[in-house]
């Protein structure tokens, strides 16, 4: 059963940046795609960033775009997202997930498809 462990939320200020990581263990990294997730209080949860197995392709939600970058590490099973010039509306609990890569013609991800594994999700607050 695949497991992830997010890390790196915390309190910051308006502007400052913080980096997530998930660290994935029970299944091969490598043949999923992987995203991340946030959900304010209140709000729906909404898809951030995806990123296909290879690392060489991703998508942003426009809010985000310029300001986060996603990443992934195979070989040491991790999965970053660099956050900067963080601002308010930013702050929610942001959770790692995975589905399996399709085979076939290449599409790149997006985050209304059906991600199968999450994990418990970490908090980043901005505030001043």
């Known amino acids: 059963q695949p497991q992830f462990v997010e890390s790196g939320g915390g309190l910051v200020q308006p502007g400052e940046s913080l980096r997530l990581s998930c660290a994935t263990s029970g299944f091969t990294l490598a043949h999923h795609v992987m995203a991340w997730f ?18 060489r392709s991703a998508n942003y939600v426009e809010s985000v775009k310029e300001r986060f970058t996603i990443s992934r590490d195979n070989a040491q099973n991790t999965v970053y997202l660099q956050m900067n010039s ?10 790692c997930a995975a589905r399996p890569a399709a085979p076939g013609l290449f ?13 418990q999700g970490t908090q980043v607050t901005v505030s001043s």
């Open 38 to 55: 946030r959900q304010a209080p209140g709000k729906e949860r909404e898809g951030v960033s995806c990123i296909m197995t290879s690392g």
């Open 86 to 95: 963080l601002k308010p509306e930013d702050t929610a609990v942001y959770y």
């Open 107 to 119: 599409k790149l991800c997006t985050f209304d498809e059906h991600y199968n594994y999450w994990g």
